[in-house]
């Protein structure tokens, strides 16, 4: 008889899907809670639907980062933050670049933007997420072991 193999869920990414998903779930509640220094980058960064993006991207990190830290449908949760965080680096790249004389009438200096460095990690965790899944003590790694057994 030949015994199936089942392979381990990765540890590490367990530590991984917690440091994402914690800062997702923080800026996500930041943008929602103070959404002055939000709105100011969206507009200094000429971002369309403003007041959309305003609440929605708020709503989509905490939705991420809550995902993130469940290790529920860890893959999509993952996709959707890279996507964000991608949009996040363009949009500190083009805040980097912005000469004060380009910035909207109402604004006197450029709105405070996280270091690159930030949506740039947080994009590439997000994509190894993606491809490796939640790893070990997440939802989905139990129902996936449930399906099996």
Avoid at 45 to 55: A, C, H, I, K, R
Avoid at 85 to 91: D, K, R, S
Avoid at 97 to 117: C, E, N, R, V, W
Wanted: some cysteine; aromatic content about 12%.
């Amino acid at each position: 008889m030949e015994e199936k193999k089942t392979k381990k869920p990765y540890k590490h990414l367990f530590f991984i899907r917690l440091i994402v998903g914690i800062i997702f779930l923080f800026f996500g509640i930041m943008h929602l809670i103070n959404p002055e220094n939000f709105q100011n980058i969206l507009r200094a960064s000429d971002t369309p639907l403003v007041p959309f993006n305003l609440v929605f991207v708020p709503i989509a990190e905490i939705v991420v980062g809550a995902l993130l830290l469940l290790g529920l449908i860890s893959r999509i949760a993952g996709i959707i933050g890279f996507i964000i965080m991608v949009i996040g680096a363009w949009t500190t790249l083009i805040l980097m670049h912005l000469d004060p004389s380009q910035l909207p009438d109402d604004l006197t200096q450029k709105p405070f933007y996280p270091p690159i460095f930030i949506p740039i990690v947080l994009a590439l965790l997000s994509l190894y997420i993606t491809i490796f899944g939640c790893g070990a003590w997440g939802i989905d790694s139990h129902r996936k072991g449930k399906k099996e057994g």
